[in-house]
């Protein structure tokens, strides 16, 4: 894992030694072992490939690396990597995992190779191979590919979004970079708020559902995308985007039983977790007790001797987990480590957290993270392994037991259907989805229905004090199959993904997510639905048919779900001077949508009560969050 920064310009755009300093300063915890830059002009064809920049020379591509040793740690291994002859160069964050088996192939095709890293495996894949077939790669990246002799520069991000890209661009002039307050540091880049961006975010805790950020010049390119720049011979710059992963969530037409998919399951998850373990560097779990990070801390310590796993523990017992993951920890033999925070550590914490997250964030549990990996890093550790991404691919989170329930409907399966309403827990839910399935004869009464029951807004802050605004909606879906596809390409992952990356990389951690490797997706994604959530509603259910083996009964079978819950209120409360602080900016007061005095009285009235119970801590939360945002990175509305 490391960090990327590059631009490319029609016209050469000077780049100061000063200039080249901040980036790279900005970029440190992502790359803190070596730094490198390139620098190539169109006109005279100069290049420079070192760690320090020229003094106020100009430059048509101009490239940053920051590295984190993982693999091969030689220093032959740093960024920009240059083919032989000069005429190719990249710069790669991310890890390749299977680079052995592309090495092999190109080898036998006559290919040789210098070091033994993923990046050169990736440079002369690029070279040989070419950008058509970047489907075959397996991992997390992204990574930017500059031909001298074409002008022709290729950025590209993997299928899941796993590896951040931040774009800045105008008509000749486009900057990409793995962090956003590098792109700040463009004096063409404004630092102006996308104000429809940080209004979703009040109402909603979410940053909306496109490749837009809370910045109104900086967008993400999209995940599984390729961007192709080509400087021209008329001096002009030229972009252009398409999507090389190709998604495919049909069911199989022809799968087999339900105890062989169990084994293929066990398998791709033993074959995933042994990829992602592949360090020349200590290696971590994060283990909340869950299913997910219990099955992959379970399989990692068949292969990882002497395995260390990192478990965050709630200062209330109701929603503590850490006793699972202590049950998890015996039952494999590892050592435990739990990390309890202190609510004094927030205010002490905020501002460097804001700064390392960048963009706004759901709620405290991301905090949570944060200090587990603070601790991963106190302890000697640099690559970390987590359960991201198993909700999503196995159908972990409540809502997908209605969804379930309306695929059964629109597939007239109604025995099971029967069965997945007698075991849910919210029967009201699934009768709406079984009106909704008997109005389709109906489309303008459906229509009226589905406005209905889906609202046409939220309020920002405090029920009827605030100023009603349109919230952002994800798209409808109509079976588990497209609930599936949404959290994983749209509504869920992207922003899990976004915050433990960023979380990670404060302390100059490689978090890896071993359910997000795609032969293990697609597969899963291909089941019947049935396998994925059985007709007596056990969700996960193939999944913990495949882990029951490897993890103590209680942890496999567990029906709750909690993860990182934070006792938000409490935080708040036991830093209640700080927080009327910051809700005493005049930022408050030149929100768009927000009256500010009843946001304040209402702060009040909760820290008056000096109680936990009666208030949405999440709000308070939100509003904090955003006003520090801005004040840190100086943004204006």
Partial sequence: MCGIFGILSAK?????QAFANKVSSLMHLRGPNATGFYGYHRETQKTFLQSQVPYEEAWNVFFMHKRLSILDLDTHSNQPMQSCDGRYVIIFNGEIYNYKTLRQTLGQQGVTFQTDCDTEVLLQYLIHVGVENLQELEGMFSFAFFDRVENKCILARDPYGIKPLYVFKTADFFAFSSRIDCLLELSECSRKANIKQCINYLVSGNIGYDPTTVLRDIVRCKPGHVITLQIRDDNRLSCETHEYFRWDHSESAEHPDFNTCVQTVRRLLEESVEKHLASDVPVCCNLSGGIDSSG??????RYHSNLTAFAYQADDPKIDESGYAECVA????????????????????????ILQQEELFGGASNYASYKVFEEQQKQGFIVSLNGQGGDEVFTGYAPYLSNAFQSSLTSHKWKRAFSLFKTSANKPRLIGFFIDEYLKDFPKIRSAYRKLVRGRGNYIGFGPYALRTQLELPPKVDSLREALNLTLKVTSIPHLLRSDDKNAMAFSIENRVPFLWDPLVQFAHTLPEEYLISNDGWQKFILRKAIEDWVPKEIAWRKDKIGYAPTESRWLLANASFVTHILSSKVLDKLPGVRAEIVRAHWKKIADRNRTDGWRSNIIWRYISLIRWMELFRISV
């Fill in 330 to 353: 015996k039952h494999c033999g590892i050592r435990l480590i739990k990390v309890k925070i202190q609510p004094t550590d927030l205010e002490k914490d905020f501002d460097r957290y």
């Fill in 12 to 16: 050469p755009y000077k780049v100061t």
């Fill in 296 to 301: 992959i801390t379970a399989i990692a310590s």
